[in-house]
């Protein structure tokens, strides 16, 4: 990664004075990443469909049979999680009476309804991440909520706006067109639903749909076998917040040391009889030093509190200036590093030193720190230095837990490296294979994440006809053509939430709130102005499409230096282009430019 024009040469910082040798730092990620570079990348992988499909059923809700639906709503919201819930919110503060919500899932919560795994917490601060705290009147009761804290206010959030009223849970959309003459879309689904609705708002998630290692004999395993996005507590006993009493005779195997790895393990270790966790890429571990809120505090909040502390975050995570840090943890205090990451980019309002420094030096700081603090709580040397993370801060999620690394202290926990080996080997009847070394278990958790933007329309999972019956694809052949990512032209009335041609940053929540408001504005002045569509003009949408280009920030760089991971497609990064890279805090303000200043003028038709 270069230098900002005009800093001053990065050799003003010696090996001596930091007291460690950048270059051979950057030698040893190189190694690490090319010992797990491999030449089918994304391709490794297996869907939880078809043979595979039970890995991807819902084992917590009961599906009913119900009868069909034909009839007409105002609104389609498809996807129960908090970009619907938020969409749905601002379209019923709107007006619209009817909204139906639909999902595949058996209730609300998206990721949190699936994500169920012992130990699930948001890593994010709940003050920030739970959107609309305020409107429902609720304090999180700890600093990062579990999981099924985050599920209830997800529930809590439809009753407060009715949202229940009207759903199709457990429902899949199959087909959308357009109907030009009746002005609206004709919606099918796999339950044989054909309905009408004059607004379609698609928010079906990113990482959505779980998969599984591509490890050669996985289907000839004769053990038991789960995704951790469909916790099987009928086997394990137990729930979220651990106490997995039926696995204390059993020797589990797990695969994945992501996010969720780091969180599974710790109870996974506590309660299985022996327990083996399957090793690919260390993650970075930091502090995270959760707590239950405060009532003092809670009770000092003033009127505005969320949006002021979601804001204050999203500025500092994506390395702006804020007077004060409200928030101050793991995620603020990287702040500038995430940036400078993340977009290749820092702050030109520093000086030149500091530039330096972040430019070339306070990435290997940071990770020399995560190294060390490995060092410290694990005790076997040999284990200890498995477990350090090699290469740049960024190039995959960083995680925090100050139970995960503690575990490998623990007599009934082995940590099985499998770098060497591009991941496991093979899997027999009653053992998973590294090497030639075999370990028998009676389960494998599979903690190995999601395919990467496969659900909703993008994926073409979700076939779109729009004016003259044109397929959505069809019409984006050449890449995606929208305005602001939130519609296209040729396709009225249809809006879609997720980063592409928009914004994004950790704190996704907060990315769907900013799109729900602009949803819920811009079909709040349609029914003002009695509009008959929303629809952006090709003009309005071309000109989008070039300012992402003009704007694009070539990370590629960073990318193919870091470890194979889904941040880069697997080693092999994608091209930039797609999101709006000067990031979510000049967007958002865009957006609200663009509503005050006679954008609205672009997209209404037929007044
Ligand atoms: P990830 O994709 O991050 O991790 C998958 C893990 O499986 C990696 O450790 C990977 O190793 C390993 N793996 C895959 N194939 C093999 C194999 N053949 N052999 C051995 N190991 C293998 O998935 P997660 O579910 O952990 O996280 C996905 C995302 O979900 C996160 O990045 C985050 O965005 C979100 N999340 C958010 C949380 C929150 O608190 N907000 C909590 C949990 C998840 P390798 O790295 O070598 O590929």
Same mark, same amino acid.
């Given at each position: ?287 995270? *030093?959760?707590?239950? &809120? /405060? @009532?003092?505090? !809670?009770?000092? #909040? $003033? %009127? ?70 490995? *060092?410290?709580?694990? &005790? /076997? @040397?040999?284990? !200890?230095?498995? #477990? $350090? %993370? ?82 959505? #694809? ?84 960073? #990318? ?48």
């Amino acid at each position: 990664m270069s230098a900002q024009p005009g800093a001053p040469d990065r050799t003003r910082f010696t090996p001596e004075e930091l007291g460690f040798d950048p270059e051979s730092l950057r030698a040893k990620y190189r190694e690490e990443r090319d010992r797990r570079l491999r030449p089918d990348g994304a391709a490794q992988y297996r869907r939880a469909a078809g043979e595979f499909g039970y890995y991807a059923a819902d084992p917590y809700t009961a599906r009913v049979e119900r009868d069909a639906v034909h009839d007409r709503v105002e609104a389609l919201v498809v996807g129960g999680g908090f970009g619907g819930l938020l969409t749905g919110a601002r379209l019923r503060q709107a007006g619209l009476a009817d909204i139906r919500m639909l999902d595949e899932a058996g209730d609300f919560g998206g990721t949190w309804y699936w994500n169920r795994y012992p130990g699930i917490h948001c890593d994010i601060e709940s003050y920030s991440y739970l959107p609309l705290l305020e409107e429902v009147g609720y304090v999180p009761q700890w600093r990062y909520s579990p999981g099924e804290e985050i599920r209830q206010h997800a529930i809590a959030i439809a009753k407060h706006f009715d949202l229940y009223r009207d759903t199709l849970f457990h429902t899949r959309v199959t087909e959308l067109r357009w109907d030009d003459d009746a002005a609206e879309w004709q919606v099918r689904t796999d339950r044989g639903d054909a309905f009408r609705a004059r607004y379609i708002v698609v928010s079906s998630g990113t990482l959505t749909q779980p998969k599984l290692p591509g490890i050669p004999g996985i289907d000839t395993f004769r053990g038991h076998t789960f995704h951790t996005s469909r916790w099987d507590y009928g086997y394990t006993g137990g729930s979220p917040d651990g106490g997995l009493d039926r696995l204390a005779d059993k020797k589990v195997g797990v695969v994945g040391t992501g996010a969720t790895g780091i969180q599974v393990i710790p109870h996974l270790g506590r309660d299985a009889g022996q327990l083996y966790v399957f090793q690919r890429t260390p993650s970075s571990v930091d502090a995270r *030093g959760n707590r239950p &809120t /405060d @009532p003092d505090w !809670a009770a000092s #909040l $003033k %009127p505005g509190w969320q949006r002021e502390r979601m804001a204050n975050f999203l500025a500092i995570v994506t390395g702006g200036h804020v007077e004060h840090d409200l928030v101050g943890d793991g995620w603020t205090s990287t702040g500038r590093l995430q940036r400078q990451m993340l977009s290749g980019t820092v702050d030109t309002d520093l000086p030149a030193e500091e530039r330096e420094y972040l430019d070339e030096i306070a990435d290997f700081v940071k990770m020399n720190e995560i190294r060390a603090r490995v *060092g410290e709580v694990v &005790t /076997d @040397p040999a284990t !200890a230095e498995l #477990l $350090k %993370p090699w290469y740049r801060y960024m190039c995959k999620r960083p995680t925090f837990s100050d139970f995960y690394l503690q575990t490998f202290n623990r007599p009934n926990v082995t940590l099985v490296d499998t770098a060497d080996h591009g991941g496991i080997t093979r899997m027999t009847e009653n053992a998973v294979v590294v090497g030639d070394r075999e370990y028998e278990v009676d389960c494998v958790v599979f903690a190995t994440g999601f395919e990467v933007g496969v659900s909703g329309i993008l994926s073409g999972t979700l076939p779109v006809y729009g004016r003259g019956g044109t397929p959505l #694809l069809q019409s984006w052949q050449r890449g995606p053509k929208t305005l602001h990512g939130f519609y296209s032209h040729g396709f009225p009335n249809l809006f879609h939430l997720g980063p592409l041609q928009n914004a994004s940053a950790v704190n996704f929540v907060h990315i769907l709130q900013e799109q729900a408001t602009h949803i819920g504005a811009v079909v709040a002045e349609a029914r003002e102005r009695d509009a008959r569509y929303i629809e952006p003009t090709a003009d309005a949408q071309e000109a989008w499409v070039a300012t992402l280009r003009a704007n694009a920030r070539d990370t590629s760089a960073f #990318l193919t230096e870091c470890t194979p991971g889904y941040y880069n497609n697997e080693g092999k990064p994608r091209p930039a282009g797609n999101s709006f890279a000067p990031g979510p805090v000049v967007f958002h303000d865009l957006l609200r430019r663009w509503r005050e200043e006679g954008g609205m003028d672009d997209v209404l038709v037929g007044a």
